[in-house]
């Protein structure tokens, strides 16, 4: 069985496996819950986990049964390994949210479909954070790429990340509109593309070459 082509992730026992899969901006349905708590009954899934991508994992699938609960849910792979983007986070933002200064859910979505699971477009595997407002739900700081809503605007950050060498993110731009951070943000995946080494992280691209430097790329 090949990971890459199931979609699936060994677990610590070395025996069984996680499937994750695609929930764009973490927004469920009735339906999808549904079918979740369908394939984990059938599959005698051991834990149901929510990730730190907005997505529900699927733990302790045996090998021979990831093909058939890839079936039965229906469902796009979460891009959870490989040199791609594997999540757009976002909080409600306006749809919702009392807070909400943006649409960050409508950004989050442009962004998604653009990008999402797409293999070849980028050096190394990435993350975003879309956040409605500076309360910054959608770790925005802590993203390869991110973006967080005033009433003035977006403000555009890139370079962020968590895991074992942390690094805030930098501020590129502010009071962007809707379309103008869009495309701020296509030019910034776009730059870092042509112009990182192989599987350089975005955060480490920057600290390489420096903040400036991109800006004066992308601005």
Not at 83 to 107: I, M, N, R, W
Not at 207 to 219: A, C, L, P, S
Request: net charge positive.
């Amino acid at each position: 069985m090949s990971e890459e082509i199931k979609g699936a992730i060994l677990q610590r026992d070395k025996e069984t496996y996680a499937i994750v899969p695609r929930i764009p901006m973490g927004v469920l349905t009735p339906e999808i819950l549904e079918k979740l708590a369908e394939v984990a009954r059938k599959y005698k899934v051991r834990i149901i986990k929510i990730t730190s991508g907005q997505r529900i994992a699927l733990v302790g699938i045996k090998p021979e049964d990831i093909e058939n609960a890839w079936k039965d849910l229906g469902m796009d792979i979460g891009p959870a390994v490989g040199l791609c983007v594997h999540y757009v986070q976002a909080c409600p933002g306006t749809e919702t949210c009392k807070f909400g200064q943006g649409d960050s859910l409508g950004l989050a979505a442009k962004i998604e479909k653009m990008y999402v699971g797409k293999e070849g477009l980028i050096p190394a595997k990435t993350k975003f954070g879309i956040s409605g407002c500076k309360l910054c739900c959608g770790e925005s700081y802590l993203r390869d790429i991110g973006a967080l809503a005033a009433p003035e605007g977006w403000t555009v950050v890139i370079g962020g990340n968590s895991g074992g060498r942390p690094r805030v993110g930098d501020v590129i731009a502010e009071k962007r509109t809707d379309n103008e951070a869009f495309e701020l943000i296509k030019k910034c995946v776009d730059y870092y593309s042509k112009n990182a080494k192989a599987r350089e992280r975005l955060p480490r691209f920057i600290q390489r070459i420096g903040v400036e430097e991109f800006k004066k790329n992308v601005i």
